[in-house]
């Protein structure tokens, strides 16, 4: 039979209230593992911060450590709207001046009007890709495509539908207006080799619908008409003749991209340079990169004196020598020239370690583009002389690297989390079994000072009778 326990009852003690003190003063190494525990989190937490700002920062170094990322170029146009230009990088400066005489055009045809949803009869439609010249068609390489037509069923929408469909290398669209609708047929790219035929095989000649009128062969003298020849584009370059199927010239001068838009009537001046541009982006994202991480070093290993506080990081031997190591490295001085350092070229180490560009003197030293390149790109034997791209990015790396000094960090701090959490659960489990045997202590004190008191009871009622009988 279960008993019921009330510790307390008998001696009149707070039994719960004097284990629940004293179980408390046994949890008291808690408070500090849990602040310790905070700690080490708070520490985990800015050293995954620290660590993905290195990798940004190697990053933005990596960009300037080689010769590709330096050689991007900008294309310019005297007339845009006639010609567009764009340049592909490691494009060389060059100029040229180009004239547009004509501009590709894809061959078009168009059906006589016929009656808006009639039926055009049945039979075979047959798309051949090629060239007309002379009247004459010459078939290209593309296979022939054959469109079935459905006697009483396919109108000329249906039809443009089932070309388009077909993959034929043409595009079908109807027109319709006061007089009906037409069929449009258009090449799906322009130049003169990029024509069309369209042969027709009637299956009833004798259903009076005439299949024929969808048929383009200008030799034969019926069937569609064509509304514009394929043509090439046809340009001077520096005045030389070309001629190319594609207003996108993508292949005529190395490295750009011409799209032509207008017949001209002035030479247009096309200009490739080298992007500075495109180079002080770079270098700006190397130094915003470095200042990120620079700043995160210092707020983490700073004690601040008004407020009495200090960085989680305050102290950490790995973070200051880290932050020593980035501002020793920014000083340094590379194997290159005309520019050995960063303050060369306008980059400079203030206070605090953080890094400023000063915009007019990294213009000036731009004007030799390729002294600042070698700054971040020269290599040698001697790695503290290499460019600042190549030892920045090989220190990133290393820090990054399996065993590399984030991963023994941030693998010391999950171990110290574990052992902490290892050491609260043992206080807890102490102080739990410190718990049950006070309560039975308490509680067979309890029961004895009740049975005493029940007994000190008995003795005074006896002893009261007893003194009545006298």
Do not use: H
Request: charged share 15%; proline share 2%.
């Amino acid at each position: 039979m279960a008993t019921i326990s009330s510790p307390g009852i008998g001696s009149g003690l707070d039994v719960q209230g004097i284990v629940r003190q004293l179980v408390a003063l046994e949890k008291a190494p808690l408070k500090q593992l849990q602040t310790q525990a905070s700690s080490f989190q708070t520490k985990l937490s800015t050293y995954g911060t620290i660590k993905s700002q290195v990798a940004t920062l190697g990053d933005a170094a990596a960009k300037l450590s080689t010769a590709s990322g330096w050689n991007a170029a900008t294309a310019s146009s005297s007339n845009p709207a006639a010609v567009g230009v764009t340049a592909a990088a490691g494009t060389q400066a060059t100029s040229v001046s180009l004239e547009v005489q004509q501009l590709a055009k894809a061959q078009s045809a168009a059906s006589v009007a016929v009656p808006t949803g009639s039926a055009m009869g049945s039979g075979t439609l047959t798309i051949e890709l090629g060239s007309w010249a002379g009247g004459s068609f010459a078939a290209g390489g593309a296979t022939a495509v054959n469109v079935t037509i459905e006697a009483g069923q396919d109108s000329l929408s249906a039809i443009a539908a089932k070309i388009n469909e077909a993959g034929a290398g043409v595009s079908a669209t109807v027109l319709r207006d006061a007089s009906g609708e037409r069929l449009l047929l258009r090449s799906s790219e322009t130049g003169e080799a990029n024509g069309f035929r369209v042969s027709v095989v009637d299956a009833d000649p004798a259903d009076g619908n005439d299949l024929g009128r969808l048929a383009f062969n200008p030799g034969s003298g019926s069937g569609m008409g064509q509304t514009q020849a394929g043509q090439n584009a046809l340009a001077t370059v520096n005045g030389v003749a070309i001629s190319t199927a594609s207003n996108r010239l993508t292949d005529t001068l190395p490295g750009l991209t011409l799209q032509l838009s207008q017949v001209t009537t002035a030479p247009v001046e096309i200009e490739v340079k080298t992007d500075l541009d495109a180079a002080k982006k770079a270098i700006q994202g190397f130094v915003d990169a470095y200042n990120t991480l620079s700043t995160t070093l210092a707020t983490a290993t700073r004690y601040d004196e008004s407020s009495k506080t200090a960085g989680a990081l305050q102290g950490d031997s790995t973070a200051v020598g880290l932050q020593n190591a980035l501002q020793s490295m920014m000083r340094s001085v590379t194997a290159s020239t005309p520019f050995e350092r960063l303050s060369d070229v306008g980059i400079e180490v203030k206070s605090g370690g953080r890094l400023e560009i000063k915009a007019s003197k990294l213009d000036e030293a731009l004007s030799n583009f390729e002294g600042v390149k070698a700054l971040f790109t020269t290599t040698s034997t001697d790695q503290t002389a290499r460019g600042f791209g190549l030892k920045v990015k090989a220190f990133a790396d290393g820090l990054l690297a399996a065993e590399g000094l984030m991963d023994n960090k941030t693998n010391a701090l999950q171990a110290s989390i574990k052992r902490n959490g290892v050491e609260q659960e043992r206080v807890n489990e102490r102080a739990a079994r410190f718990e049950v045997r006070l309560l039975a202590q308490y509680n067979a004190m309890d029961a004895n000072v009740g049975r005493l008191n029940g007994l000190g009871a008995f003795v005074s009622q006896q002893i009261a009778i007893w003194n009545k009988s006298r």
